[in-house]
Structures are given as C-alpha cells and as structure tokens.
C-alpha cells in the first residue's frame, strides 16, 4: 500500500477497461496486466487502484465473498467469473414472448446452487399468458423453496413485492435476452432509466458474451448487477456427485438410497427416483438432473 492507493468497487468492466465507484464518483481505470493471469477482475469486485497513473491502474482484488462463475470457452477450461459479491440471483423468465424454457432456468439454478448464492425466480410478462397455464410450470420451483414472483412490467404487477426484495442486498439479474430485466428494472427504478434492450444488446451478443457486465447501485442500498454472458452458462467444474445437492428438493433424500454411491439414475433401491414415482419430486426437474449428471460426468474427468 502507499500513499497512492485508493479502493473502489467495479461497476462495469468492458474488455480490460472498468469503471470503479470510489464514495459517490466513478472513474476509468486500467487493469495491470498480471492480474489477468491470476485473478481477473469482474463486476462487484472491490479492488485496490494506483491513482498515481493516468488512468489510475487496478492493482489487485480484494477477497470475494460470493461470486457467479461459469466454465469460459475454450480449449483450455477456466473459470470465468459473472459476478462478485452478490447476495442473491434473481432468474428472470417470461411467460411467454420468449417461451419459459425450464430446462435452462435448472442450469441457471444449479450454477447459483453450486456457489451458494440465494435465489429467486422471476416469471415477467404475467400480462401475456393466463395464471392457470403459467403456474403450474414453475409450482415444482415453489415446492422445491425458490421464492417465485409472477411479474408484469405493464400491468404492475408483482413489483413491489419483487422490489421488497430486492431491498438492502446486492442482487444479480440474469435470464434470456428478451425477458424484460431491463424493463423490470426501469419499471422498479424509474430514475435508472435503464435504455431498455441496450445491455444485452451491447454485451450479449456473439463470442464476446463473456466480457460484459454492469452493476447498478439503487437507493436503499440495494444494487443490482446485469451481467450478459449468463445466457449460455456452463457448469463450472460441478462434480458429478455434488449435483444432486444443487436440487434443494433432493437433499431430504439424499443418504436414504441402499448404495451409498447412488447416482440416481438407475440403481435399485433409490431413493431419489422413487419419490419421483410417488411425485414427490417433480420429473420435469428430474429430467434435467438427468441431463446434467450426463453433461457433468463427460466434462469432469477430463479437468
Ligand atoms: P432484457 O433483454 O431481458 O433486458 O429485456 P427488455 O427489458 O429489453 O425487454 C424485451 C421486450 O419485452 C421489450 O420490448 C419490452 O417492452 C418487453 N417487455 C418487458 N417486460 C414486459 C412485460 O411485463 N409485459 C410485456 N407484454 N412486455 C414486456
Ligand atoms: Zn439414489
């Protein structure tokens, strides 16, 4: 440390420029390149900056206590940070214009699960479908303890529920492109004025999904991070035995199976696919436990 060093909290980064909050101003920096090798940086970071260069450079990252991550593209596996320092992830759907696509709000779920990080679902456009048809699609989420708010932009509905929690935590925003985060986020915000689409737009996109991500801070000290990239999340180097524990539902059962080895999948005297029988455990969510135990054994050994 000298007498130069000053912290700050990224609040976007692009490429190997960020945008630090330091008290109520923010100001450009660089990244020093060796951090790249060890530690790079990502949204919600709080860092050490030089203030002594022009632009002031960011030197190191002060320890996480959460992050989002996700398996980076490539040959070589590496794990890419979305996201430092959230409290919880908020999944956004909507119920329809795009079509809700459970499967991919399960992987969305299992990365969060896999790090720790609190959740809630939001289901967005409630105005575009009927509550009869969209309710029972995310009643297993409810069962399995996700809070789930069904939310309209247009209609109001749901906000300030979702704004109440919101309140106080850092909160990462994640979902397809095209559900309304920024819509949600304006309507919840009306000073923010998010320009709507934008950041998808400029972040989501093509092969560089993974370098964007901008952080927000609201009033109430609650803030929010919108990270593109998530669409497409890998698992992070989940091992295979870990998954069933990223299914809160599971976790009642998990230790009842006759194998003490038990994958779930096809052994005798489970415990997990019989409460799938009884329909205690959804199948939909059990398929993709499936489909993911697939993905996480072929990916596993190899790293
Ligand atoms: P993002 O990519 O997730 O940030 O989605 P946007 O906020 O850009 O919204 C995508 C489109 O959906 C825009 O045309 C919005 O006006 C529209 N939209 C957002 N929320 C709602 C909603 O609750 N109901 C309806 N009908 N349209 C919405
Ligand atoms: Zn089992």
Same mark, same amino acid.
């Given at each position: 440390?000298?007498?130069?060093?000053?912290?700050?909290?990224?609040?976007?980064?692009?490429?190997?420029?960020?945008?630090?909050?330091?008290?109520?101003?923010?100001?450009?920096?660089?990244?020093?390149?060796?951090?790249?090798?060890?530690?790079?940086?990502?949204?919600?970071?709080?860092?050490?900056?030089?203030?002594?260069?022009?632009?002031?450079?960011?030197?190191?990252?002060?320890?996480?206590?959460?992050?989002?991550?996700?398996?980076?593209?490539?040959?070589?596996?590496?794990?890419?940070?979305?996201?430092?320092?959230?409290?919880?992830?908020?999944?956004?759907?909507?119920?329809?214009?795009?079509?809700?696509?459970?499967?991919?709000?399960?992987?969305?779920?299992?990365?969060?699960?896999?790090?720790?990080?609190?959740?809630?679902?939001?289901?967005?456009?409630?105005?575009?479908?009927?509550?009869?048809?969209?309710?029972? /699609?995310? =009643?297993? #989420?409810?069962?399995?303890?996700?809070? !789930?708010?069904?939310? @309209?932009?247009?209609? *109001?509905? +749901?906000?300030?529920?979702?704004?109440?929690?919101?309140?106080?935590?850092?909160?990462?925003?994640?979902?397809?492109?095209?559900?309304?985060?920024?819509?949600? /986020?304006? =309507?919840? #915000?009306?000073?923010?004025?998010?320009? !709507?689409?934008?950041? @998808?737009?400029?972040? *989501?996109? +093509?092969?560089?999904?993974?370098?964007?991500?901008?952080?927000?801070?609201?009033?109430?000290?609650?803030?929010?991070?919108?990270?593109?990239?998530?669409?497409? /999340?890998?698992?992070?180097?989940?091992?295979?035995?870990?998954?069933?524990?990223?299914?809160?539902?599971?976790?009642?059962?998990?230790?009842?199976?006759?194998?003490?080895?038990?994958?779930?999948?096809?052994?005798?005297?489970?415990?997990?696919?019989?409460?799938?029988?009884?329909?205690?455990?959804?199948?939909?969510?059990?398929?993709?436990?499936?489909?993911?135990?697939?993905?996480?054994?072929?990916?596993?050994?190899?790293?």
């Amino acid at each position: 440390m000298s007498d130069n060093d000053t912290t700050g909290q990224i609040i976007r980064l692009y490429a190997d420029v960020a945008t630090v909050q330091i008290g109520e101003g923010t100001v450009q920096c660089a990244i020093r390149g060796k951090l790249f090798k060890s530690a790079p940086p990502a949204v919600g970071d709080w860092v050490q900056l030089d203030e002594s260069h022009d632009p002031p450079v960011i030197t190191a990252v002060l320890p996480r206590k959460s992050v989002l991550a996700r398996r980076a593209a490539g040959t070589v596996p590496r794990r890419h940070v979305l996201v430092a320092n959230v409290d919880q992830v908020i999944v956004v759907f909507a119920a329809a214009n795009p079509e809700p696509h459970t499967a991919m709000l399960d992987r969305f779920l299992v990365v969060a699960e896999d790090d720790d990080l609190a959740v809630h679902i939001v289901v967005n456009k409630m105005d575009l479908a009927s509550e009869e048809e969209i309710r029972p /699609l995310f =009643a297993p #989420y409810e069962k399995a303890g996700y809070p !789930v708010h069904y939310t @309209s932009k247009r209609t *109001g509905q +749901g906000l300030e529920e979702l704004r109440q929690a919101l309140e106080g935590k850092e909160s990462v925003f994640v979902g397809p492109s095209g559900v309304g985060k920024s819509s949600l /986020l304006n =309507a919840l #915000y009306p000073g923010l004025d998010l320009k !709507v689409g934008l950041v @998808s737009e400029a972040y *989501g996109k +093509g092969r560089h999904t993974t370098v964007g991500g901008l952080l927000i801070k609201l009033p109430n000290s609650a803030s929010v991070a919108d990270t593109a990239g998530l669409r497409e /999340l890998g698992l992070w180097m989940i091992p295979p035995d870990e998954l069933p524990h990223c299914f809160p539902e599971f976790r009642p059962y998990l230790g009842q199976c006759r194998f003490s080895d038990c994958a779930h999948l096809s052994e005798p005297g489970c415990a997990i696919t019989a409460a799938v029988e009884s329909g205690d455990i959804d199948e939909r969510r059990y398929d993709s436990y499936t489909k993911l135990r697939a993905e996480a054994t072929a990916t596993w050994p190899r790293w």
